[in-house]
């Protein structure tokens, strides 16, 4: 197949749209986009592996190649404490996110696509939980940031000249999967396939299995949940993707821990990161200090959210906890409290650079987490 003829079946599709595929158009499509993505000179426009036109079931050393990390696409997240220690999210992986209810796992991920799309990435969202209007009213105000905000009683409003800015800016950057269509597992992996190659989409959001149907998988509720993982952790390898999947974590009588993740342990060992989002509060508190053996006055007490990197397979991080403070108004996790977020809609925000704004030295290794205990600091270094 020509590239010519990719391009004019990628238009063909692109003008019918997904819903007018028929299953026959769609594997058609699949299998001319696989084909193609292998192809070595392509490699950089379509993602993908190369074609080896001579496969090796064993490598001798000479022809295992070091990986050139300046080559690496990763996606930064806004959080110091995070990217400053895993450098981002690599396109190409999986990242299960959990925490318990009201902790900010999806509000923090809706975050992470406007930080996306200020670094020219797009993204997708897929909200088992919450209809479209109500994603992207809070995609509106956390891009609108305090500043921007009308207060209207107890609630807050995008003012209007601000709104219509936001609007046009993540209109082509920031795409909502219409739950009208279902929530079939088989359903949205075969859209997310279709709307990724269409589209040159970066980042997805999936949010979260509980809220999947997934009765078209064979075996038992931990053998689907399992199998759901495995295509994801493929998936974004296959299209270079970074791919966010929420997984709730199950009942725990205390903190909540890597293996308190919903499923069987075969879901977080198939993810190339594993983080948790923790709310700190006094259960949080009490917790960690039984857990961990912290002081009550550990400076990590004195923030409203941490992430927990419980794992990072690129880099080997594990067991570090990136401190924010979340604004009420603007639903921002910041790095600080008078932090001010700014998203390519402000017309004075200049293009992302690449570069992580780190807090004027505050972490002194380039985003080290906070020191949360006379103790903890020697057992986090340790760890990485």
Known sequence: MTRDKYFKLKQKYANAGFENMTD?????????????????????????????PKPRMFYRMKHIRQTDRSKIVSVKSGLNGVDGRIHGFNKGELSIISGTNGSGKSTWLSQITL?????????????????????????MLQAAGRDNLVQDGWMYHVESSARKMIESWINERIYVYNNDFGLAVKQIMKALEFFTLIMDVDVIVLDNLMSMDLREYPG?????????????????????????????????????????????????????????VHRVNNDFKNRTMDF?????????????????????????VQDIFAESY???????????????????????????????????????????????????????????
């Open 326 to 384: 979340f604004d009420q108004p603007s639903k921002l996790f910041l790095n600080h409290m008078d932090e001010y977020r700014h998203y390519g809609w402000e017309p004075e925000q200049e293009e992302w650079t690449g570069e992580t704004p780190f807090d004027n030295g505050k972490y002194d290794d380039g985003g080290k987490a906070a020191e949360t205990g006379e103790d903890q600091g020697d057992r986090l270094e340790a760890s990485v």
């Open 24 to 52: 026959a158009e769609m594997n058609e499509f699949v299998d001319y986009s696989n084909t193609f993505a292998r192809l070595l000179d392509t490699v950089p426009l379509f993602g993908g592996d190369t074609l080896n």
């Open 292 to 316: 961990f053996k912290w002081k009550a006055d550990a400076a990590i007490y004195n923030c409203s959210n941490v992430v927990e990197i419980c794992k990072n397979r690129d880099l080997g």
């Open 220 to 276: 038992d509720k931990y053998e689907k949940q399992t199998a759901l993982t495995m295509e994801l952790s493929n998936f974004a390898k296959k299209r270079n993707v970074h791919i966010f999947f929420v997984c709730h974590p199950r009942k725990s009588m205390g903190l909540l821990r890597k293996e308190d993740i919903s499923g069987t342990a075969d879901i977080t060992n198939a993810a190339d990161n594993v983080l948790i």
């Open 115 to 139: 930080e996306a799309a200020t670094q020219g990435f797009t993204s997708v969202i897929f909200s088992g939980e919450l209809r479209a209007p109500r994603v992207k009213e809070w995609l």
